[in-house]
């Protein structure tokens, strides 16, 4: 008689593989590498509501007394379609004074500019 040997499996789950909620029972997603979105606490009904999206990437600009103020934000979400990047823009109608000299706000611009393509990068987005 041969003998019989039983393998167990030694393989991880897939790195991406994060806990959800979904119409109130609990279960494992898929997501992308750039996901921070809490899929427990965003308990949707069908699995199809589920989204993701990254953390956001901010560009803020100083105004009067020092306060900052956002002037763009950046983030990846998903979409049936793959990732997008979502660019939403703050009060477009700001004037900035004195409190923000033109080379403060090139660097800063430039700085966004590079969080934006690494957003891009992570997603496969060129």
Not at 9 to 24: M, Y
Not at 90 to 97: A, L, N
């Amino acid at each position: 008689m041969g003998n019989a040997s039983t393998s167990v499996s030694s393989a991880t789950p897939p790195p991406n593989l994060r806990p959800a909620l979904v119409n109130g029972q609990p279960c494992w997603l898929d997501c992308p590498s750039w996901c921070s979105e809490d899929h427990v606490a965003a308990s949707v009904r069908f699995i199809e509501d589920v989204s993701h999206s990254s953390p956001a990437v901010d560009l803020l600009v100083p105004r009067e007394a020092g306060v900052a103020q956002l002037l763009l934000s950046a983030r990846l979400v998903s979409d049936d379609a793959g990732p997008l990047l979502a660019v939403e823009v703050g009060d477009p109608t700001d004037v900035y004074g004195p409190a923000v000299s033109a080379d403060v706000l090139a660097d800063r611009l430039v700085a966004f500019a590079e969080q934006v393509r690494e957003l891009g990068l992570a997603a496969g987005i060129r």
